[in-house]
């Protein structure tokens, strides 16, 4: 059985200024998402899905249902307010995170699968990567993350935010730490920067998340039972977010599944400001002019 590939894409990209997930980049107006689904096939993997909101549903399908005679292509819809059984939730003012939008995919997906972010661009030789890893090492207790290297995925146009992550002699993950606010200072990369927080420093050379993960379909069970207990804690909280590294790090604490941290030495970028797009564009045509790229990537 080929590995699915979730996409989640239910941002509403505040600090881009738009719909980041569809905004043209490809020399053809293409999305970052669409060289996602390119590398993604000829990786073999066999089904897309989308997470999304509903109001993006239009917007989404007028792209992407072309797709549909490359590859299966499939949306969910992540909704920011819904009633759960017992709890009494505030109001929200956006969705309850990346932990519950993997989730909303449980009725869609029975194979191993990767998850990715849709304004992220992670490299052609990642998705060989991750399908080998789906097809023959994954299993119940045993997943992945793809590991980047820090001071390969920072943003000129400002600060971000990533999972540094801490791993044992076997490259499997210990824990990932979250640090806000990280920027290049000098030969340095220092987190909470121009905030009233403690700032530090982390090694450039360090592996970070990017969301990109290998994940059993057990992990569902596994979600909807962390995230019922986080809405819980969390139920007069209208911002409180469920993050995927969350329910990873609980898992890795309980010894109940191994993350594998895969390295990769393919280049990473995203639109997370308007000003990236450029970079974005710069980065890709790249790619086009030394080959891993058709100019026109479906003809």
């Not at 200024?17 to 990786?43: H, R, T, V, W």
């Not at 969705?95 to 519950?100: D, N």
Request: proline share 4%; hydrophobic share 35%.
């Amino acid at each position: 059985m080929k590995p699915t590939l979730l996409i989640l894409a239910a941002g509403m990209g505040s600090r881009y200024g738009g719909l980041k997930q569809i905004d043209g980049i490809g020399p053809n107006n293409e999305p970052i998402i669409e060289y996602s689904i390119y590398d993604a096939i000829k990786a073999g993997f066999g089904k897309i899905v989308f997470v999304i909101r509903e109001e993006f549903d239009a917007a989404f399908r007028e792209i992407f249902d072309a797709f549909n005679n490359r590859i299966e292509i499939n949306y969910v819809y992540q909704p920011v307010n819904f009633k759960v059984e017992g709890l009494n939730l505030v109001e929200r003012t956006k969705p309850w995170g990346t932990s519950h939008a993997v989730l909303i995919a449980k009725d869609v997906i029975k194979e191993p699968f990767a998850v990715i972010n849709a304004d992220d661009y992670y490299g052609a030789n990642s998705f060989k990567i991750m399908a080998d890893f789906l097809a023959n090492e994954c299993s119940s207790s045993n997943m992945s993350m793809l590991g980047y290297i820090l001071e390969n995925t920072l943003s000129e146009n400002g600060t971000v935010n990533r999972g540094v992550c801490e791993v044992d002699s076997k490259n499997n993950l210990i824990v990932v730490n979250e640090r806000e606010k990280l920027v290049r200072q000098g030969e340095k990369v220092e987190y909470n920067v121009g905030t009233e927080s403690p700032s530090g420093e982390v090694d450039p050379k360090s592996y970070v998340s990017m969301n990109y993960w290998g994940f059993h379909p057990s992990i569902f069970k596994e979600i909807e039972e962390g995230l019922y207990n986080f809405m819980k804690e969390n139920s007069n909280s209208p911002t409180a977010e469920y993050y995927i590294p969350t329910i990873v790090s609980e898992k890795i604490k309980a010894g109940e599944i191994t993350f594998a941290v895969i390295p990769t030495n393919d280049s990473w970028f995203g639109v997370t400001y308007k000003e990236d797009k450029q970079m974005a564009i710069k980065a890709l045509n790249k790619h086009i002019e030394n080959g891993v790229y058709p100019k026109n990537l479906w003809s």
